[in-house]
């Protein structure tokens, strides 16, 4: 398993400003009898499978709150810390997880996590362990996929493109053929595509090494990317939607845009925003700038953190093993939350199987693909700030689109807005 600059080095970072990790701190007295465990999350219909756990265990009974989602779990978090209110679990995305440890929030689940070590996908393993430490039970992956309109390609004799090459030339061809209709969008607001695809060119946003970080955002791999994504938008052959607006909705809808990067979980989407769509989508890799490769970002993906702050860690990493590896739990998510679980087995479920979205034209492969792009994920270090970072690269590259300045200088923007927010919370930045 890689060392993702592991947690030894992130503790040696943030030691000016947060000591040593509470992860090993002494916990409180198991107490006898029935307990409670607060539990944060923003899966859909977690209530439903957090019911199935109570009433099986009815001496550990667990209390969910839906109210804080995915963007802003840090900031509720480290506020719950700052009051003392933590919850004893909660949801995490895996790029937000270097910040609950080095901020103390997320405990150390290894001891729950070793027998499970050999059911769960290396991704997702690589994303919650640090330094042979595991601070998550991983919940599920975000495998990327090009996502196609196949009545709109065969339409205008637009070739599925497998290299970014042929992407840009696809664009360039629809363009052509169907004015007014686009291959895509360079969504401004969706800083977790555009790290993935910075990823996929070999660029590291963050790195540590000897306990110190450093940030390359706008290192030369990045600057690929960029100088990609903005030479197709002045050439004006793709869109500039936001993604998840009701513009991007409605051109999903009517074919406007006529493919979407995104992740595993992106059909029940397509269905909701476009069900006239059923049968016409296809799902492929994501285009490589090499013909041949088969490499792939990080984008999306969660865990379950027990916290520092929880009187009962042994039923909460109990629970939270159940929750990710249980098949009855794995189950309860698919039929509502359209999971693509990170437990090897549940990948194997008929409920899973059966459960593809009808939105795809040929479903029967789906999930195995899935599978294989996980395998093809590139290894990656997310910083203390990614939450920060994505919300200035939105505003940045927003400003960028708008403005029509270079997609170049927006990331030279987001480089020094990124440092100087991990200075000012005390991190030694190189």
């Known amino acids: 398993m890689r060392s993702l600059r592991r947690i030894a080095a992130i503790t040696a970072a943030s030691a000016l400003t947060i000591g040593a990790l509470a992860g090993c701190a002494a916990q409180p007295a198991e107490s006898d009898g029935p307990v409670t ?75 729950a996590m070793e027998p499970y070590q050999d059911q769960v996908a290396p991704a997702a393993l690589e994303l919650t362990t640090f330094d042979g430490v595991s601070y998550a039970v991983p919940q599920g992956t975000g495998p990327m996929f090009l996502y196609y309109r196949t009545d709109v390609f065969e339409q205008h004799g637009i070739e599925v493109p497998t290299t ?27 800083a977790q595509v555009f790290n993935a695809l910075s990823q996929q060119a070999g660029a590291e946003w963050w790195s540590l090494d000897g306990g110190q970080w450093s940030v390359d955002i706008d290192s030369d791999a990045s600057q690929q990317v960029a100088d990609y994504w903005n030479g197709l938008v ?17 051109a999903i809808a009517n074919g406007t845009l006529a493919s979407w990067i995104s992740a595993v979980w992106a059909p029940p989407l397509i269905a909701q925003n476009a069900p006239d769509t059923t049968g016409l989508w296809g799902a492929v890799r994501i285009p490589q700038w090499e013909a041949g490769e088969q490499i792939s970002g990080v984008v999306g993906g969660s865990g379950t ?28 998510y698919i039929e509502n939350a359209s999971i693509w679980p990170a437990n090897l087995a549940g990948r194997e479920l008929p409920a899973l199987r059966d459960s593809v979205s009808p939105v795809l034209a040929e479903p029967e492969g789906f999930f195995d693909l899935a599978g294989e792009i996980d395998d093809e994920i590139v290894p990656v270090t997310f910083g203390p700030n990614t939450a920060a970072a994505n919300s200035a690269f939105n505003d940045i590259f927003s400003a960028a689109v708008s403005r029509g300045t270079p997609f170049r200088d927006a990331l030279v923007e987001l480089q ?6 991990m200075n000012n919370l005390g991190y030694e930045v190189d």
């Open 305 to 332: 953190i027990v916290t520092t702050a929880t009187e009962h860690p042994e039923q909460a990493r109990e629970f939270a093993i159940w929750l990710n590896n249980h098949e009855d739990a794995i189950n309860a």
């Open 234 to 250: 002045d050439e004006g052959v793709l869109a500039t939607f936001k993604t998840n607006t009701p513009e991007w909705q409605a």
């Open 416 to 421: 020094a807005n990124v440092v100087a927010d």
């Open 164 to 190: 970014w090459d042929e992407y840009a030339q696809a664009a360039r061809d629809l363009a052509a053929a169907a004015p007014g209709t686009y291959l895509s969008t360079f969504a401004p607001n969706d």
């Open 37 to 111: 465990l607060r539990y944060w999350s923003w899966a859909p219909g977690i209530e439903k499978i957090v019911a199935l756990w109570n009433d099986e265990n009815p001496d550990i009974q667990v209390e969910v709150n839906t109210s804080t989602g995915g963007a802003d779990i840090v900031a509720k978090l480290s506020a719950a810390k700052e009051a003392g209110d933590l919850p004893d679990l909660s949801n995490t995305t895996y790029e937000n997880l270097p910040n609950l440890i080095v901020n103390e929030i997320a405990a150390d689940v290894t001891d």
